[in-house]
């Protein structure tokens, strides 16, 4: 009997520069990390209807493609799923409340940033 592997952790990255988008995908794979790519909060907003429980990491920049900026997914992201590690980034002052428990990242940040941000969800 062979045997069971564990399930992996899943991130939802949220950006809408495909380039970022990507290079942190693959970061977050290379740990390990299974990753759902979303250039918009309102496609991640119909990730998180079907899959809220399962992620455990979500990374959003704050401008996005589409009406909602990344500060109200990740209101509504805690709304679903209360434990979910949530990140904002931006390259501007944050001018709006994150929910409790969400963190806010200046850009540029270092991809070792993610890397440790990435081993923290996973404990949590």
């Given at each position: 009997m062979g045997q069971s592997k564990p399930f992996p952790a899943t991130a939802l990255i949220v950006e809408d520069?495909?380039?970022?988008?990507?290079?942190?995908?693959?970061?977050?794979?290379?740990?390990?990390?299974?990753?759902?790519?979303?250039?918009?909060?309102?496609?991640a907003e119909r990730v998180?209807?079907?899959?809220?429980?399962?992620?455990c990491l979500l990374l959003t920049d704050v401008q996005l493609a589409g009406?909602?900026?990344g500060v109200?997914?990740?209101?509504?992201?805690?709304?679903?799923?209360?434990?979910?590690?949530?990140?904002v980034t931006s390259?501007?002052?944050?001018?709006?409340?994150?929910?409790?428990g969400a963190k806010f990242w200046a850009k540029p940040w270092a991809p070792l940033d993610v890397l440790r941000e990435a081993e923290i969800a996973q404990l949590s």
């Open positions: 520069d495909a380039m970022q988008r990507e290079m942190l995908s693959l970061l977050l794979e290379e740990s390990g990390y299974q990753v759902i790519q979303c250039e918009s909060a309102e496609a998180l209807e079907k899959n809220a429980g399962a992620l009406r909602m900026t109200e997914l990740a209101h509504v992201a805690k709304d679903r799923n209360p434990k979910l590690d949530v990140v390259g501007r002052p944050l001018m709006q409340a994150l929910p409790d």
